[in-house]
């Protein structure tokens, strides 16, 4: 069992004791997220795959608060919001931005691009080290600046 689910079942049972009704339900959904995930496709998640649904969560509720907050749902945006805080408790911290420039100056050196036609490699490369520490299309657009 992964480090990551173990410490998201922690969090579920603190919050039961706690009887901290917004923070287990964010953590059952994502619990239950991993789980549909592992019957789907009848593995173990790894904590790199955890991270990965666990940044997809993160994305989703993002943009839903995006859309409440231009429909002037400021409340539900909130609630959406309060969901995106618990969940990034469980995510390593962020990358600085000259970290990520490092990373991508690396990642171009070892896979040796030349050009657009390397994107995917070079971000083949990135994303394994970046899920959850930093915005994937923001690196993606910073790849394509250099190489371009």
């Known amino acids: 069992m992964s480090a990551l689910k173990d410490?998201?079942?922690?969090?579920v049972k603190d919050a039961m004791r706690?009887?901290?009704k917004a923070r287990l339900g964010t953590l059952r959904m994502a619990t239950a997220a991993i789980k549909q995930?592992?019957?789907?496709?009848?593995?173990e998640l790894d904590d790199a795959r955890v991270l990965a649904l666990l940044d997809k969560q993160i994305k989703q509720r993002k943009d839903a608060a995006r859309q409440y907050r231009d429909?002037?749902?400021a409340d539900l945006a909130e609630v959406e919001e309060a969901e995106i805080a618990v969940l990034q408790e469980f995510l390593p911290s962020p990358l600085t931005e000259?970290?990520?420039?490092?990373?991508?100056?690396n990642a171009i050196a070892q896979t040796g691009a030349a050009g657009m036609?390397?994107?995917?490699?070079?971000?083949g490369?990135?994303?394994?080290?970046l899920q959850g520490r930093?915005?994937?299309?923001?690196?993606s657009g910073k790849v394509k600046a250099r190489l371009g």
């Open 7 to 11: 410490q998201l079942n922690a969090a």
């Open 37 to 43: 995930v592992e019957v789907d496709e009848r593995i």
């Open 134 to 139: 930093a915005d994937i299309g923001a690196v």
């Open 71 to 73: 429909a002037n749902r």
């Open 125 to 129: 490369e990135l994303k394994p080290r």
């Open 18 to 20: 706690a009887k901290d």
């Open 98 to 105: 000259a970290e990520i420039d490092a990373l991508i100056d």
């Open 117 to 123: 036609q390397d994107m995917g490699k070079v971000m």
